[in-house]
């Protein structure tokens, strides 16, 4: 009878963070599965062989190492500052996953002290984050909070030891190669400017009077549902664009336009061809969709 495969070590880093991440991975329903190949050496939560004194005291080697929250040099855990703390681990793993925004780009800490906090590999869209020298090894998993079944897909991945292709962000394509708006159930309004004007509405586009940003935001959010059920958009609220390195935009629920057509064209979408099917879809009142808006605000 075959042996059982060893599991894999794993060892999960917290920098400033507000734990948004980990309750996220513990709504995984198949995390109970998940915890079958994978052994924390340290997790903030969950079982594990180790507390953090012992983790900075002993500094051991895993084969993933997972860092949730935005970095900041000499931030401390243990009273080891964090540029020591990190680097040390990272060079003893052989996989590391940042998961969530912050960690990937230093979301919204960053806005607190944009000079002194980042993410491990990019600060922003900037390239310049304290493990740069080991991006090869980087994979980021940006999103506030980042999709438990994305960080179930990436450690199923590493198990399995299938390649994972990556955009220039080093997010999976698998997760990030399609837009927020390709899934969306509301694009025939997108198409027909048919706007709704208030949140929790099932129907009409929330892109121009609610500022979605949708068309703008790499994620699948509306593949992969939360929870197996729902989506932001799905429940009547815009996409605010959490996986991005620009999140979070001010400004953020509005979508600023000049004479009624968006500053900013749609991602893939020439402005001479918005324009021309905006005109197009101005020009015609779809009565089917009308009435709907109509019933759902009543």
Known sequence: MPSKPAKLRVIWLQGITCNGNTHSFLNDPDLERLLDSVAFIHHPILPCTKTLKELVKKLPKSDILIFEGAYRADFERVGVAMETLLSALASKTKHIIALGSCASFGGIFKEFSPEHISGILFDKEEERGPLKMMREKIILLSGCPAHPK????????????????????????????????????????????????????????????????????????????????????????????????????????????????????????????????????????????????????A
């Open 150 to 297: 994305w960080l179930s897909f990436v450690i199923e991945m590493i198990v399995a030891g299938k390649r994972i292709l990556v955009d220039e962000y080093r997010r999976p394509k698998e997760l990030y190669g399609y837009l927020v708006h390709n899934g969306c159930l509301r694009n025939e309004y997108f198409e027909w400017k048919v706007d709704s004007d208030t949140f929790g509405t099932k129907e009409g586009c929330l892109f121009y009077a609610q500022g979605c940003q949708g068309p703008y935001t790499h994620g699948s959010c509306n593949k992969i549902l939360w929870n197996e059920v729902s989506s932001k958009t799905r429940a009547g609220t815009p996409c605010v664009g959490c996986t991005e390195p620009t999140f979070p935009k001010r400004d953020l629920f509005s979508t600023k336009t000049y004479m009624s057509i968006p500053a900013e064209m749609p991602l893939g979408i020439p402005k001479r061809s918005y324009l021309a099917l905006a005109g197009a879809a101005k020009s015609f009142h779809i009565k089917r969709l009308e009435e709907r808006l109509i019933d759902d605000n």
